[in-house]
């Protein structure tokens, strides 16, 4: 089972896409998933063998890490709709179908992504239940068997080192924090006015093992985010990109961005300091084995 291990070596880890994306196709295909307007972490409970055939679809194609249809899966998350009660068997269920499907080959690290509230004083959360809640998620994450904790799609510095802190008091599991940057007048930064290099500094100095972003924008953007991040951070940098900007299409999110289009930019995006790179919203297992066989070549040329 590769370990984060290679990347003090210098070697570029591949994770995983999307798997939101692949639920909703499946949904509009073939009408499988929960009732509409239900959370994708009610798919663990409905149909497990979608979840698994999904991660099985990128486990087939060999990424380095696999992860976990458990964004949403903290109590205040789930609270919304009515799964309160379910989040350990939810978030623990969840990890042991990624497991499955990586048969023993590839590390599960598990997400954690926002709740959807504001910490206080501009909302009603205050630090302790936010910590309390994802203690809660992390803690059935691991007992799921999980490899390492990915917070994710994050916008508030506070809320991530509210999971952060969740994190490192359960466990010693390699812990990865990623935010997501929109480019403005001023440059890059989260809806909350954070840019990467401050969220770099904080989150390395809050106990992460590995700092970036994910979701935002497609590749070429997400360049200029890492190159931002790297003089501000000696960790490893995590960039799981969009397949570019949505556009609706008959109601429906379109991605554009192909695999041979986020390859265009692979080489930039390592030059910039990226160590693990794999796909958000949009991405299939197709972008990933796309991925996989740009850091071959490139790796190839290294050696050559």
């Not at 499946?26 to 009408?31: A, E, H, I, P």
Request: glycine share 12%; with cysteine; net charge negative.
């Amino acid at each position: 089972m590769a370990g984060l291990q290679e990347l003090g070596d210098g070697h570029i880890l591949i994770a995983d896409g999307a798997w939101g994306t692949l639920l909703d196709a499946l949904s509009l295909r073939d009408g499988h998933g929960p009732s509409r307007g239900a959370p994708p972490e009610q798919w663990v409970l409905d149909e497990p063998e979608a979840v698994l055939d999904i991660g099985r679809s990128y486990a087939a194609v060999g990424p380095d890490i696999l992860m976990t249809n458990t964004m949403g899966g903290s109590r205040i998350k789930l609270a919304r709709a009515g799964l309160a009660d379910r989040v350990e068997e939810i978030n623990r269920r969840a990890v042991e179908l990624s497991v499955e499907a990586a048969g023993g080959r590839i590390p599960v690290f598990a997400s954690v992504g926002p709740t959807g509230e504001f910490m206080a004083p501009l909302g009603d959360i205050g630090e302790a239940e936010m910590v309390a809640a994802f203690a809660e998620q992390i803690a059935a994450l691991l007992a799921g068997g999980a490899n390492g904790i990915v917070i994710e799609t994050m916008f508030d510095l506070r809320e991530t080192k509210a999971a952060l802190r969740a994190a490192r008091d359960q466990s010693e599991v390699p812990v990865v924090a990623s935010m997501t940057f929109d480019k403005g007048r001023s440059g890059y930064a989260t809806i909350m006015g954070v840019p990467p290099e401050q969220a770099a500094e904080e989150l390395q100095a809050a106990g992460a093992d590995i700092v970036g972003s994910n979701c935002g924008h497609g590749m070429e953007n997400m360049v200029e985010v890492i190159a931002l991040m790297r003089p501000a951070t000696d960790l490893p940098l995590w960039a799981k990109p969009n397949a570019g900007m949505p556009r609706l299409q008959a109601g429906q999110a379109v991605f554009e961005e192909t695999p041979e289009d986020m390859v265009a930019h692979f080489g930039k995006l390592v030059a910039a300091g990226a160590h693990v790179i794999g796909g958000c919203c949009g991405t299939t297992p197709e972008h990933i084995r796309a991925l996989i066989d740009a850091r071959d070549h490139l790796v190839g040329q290294t050696d050559g």
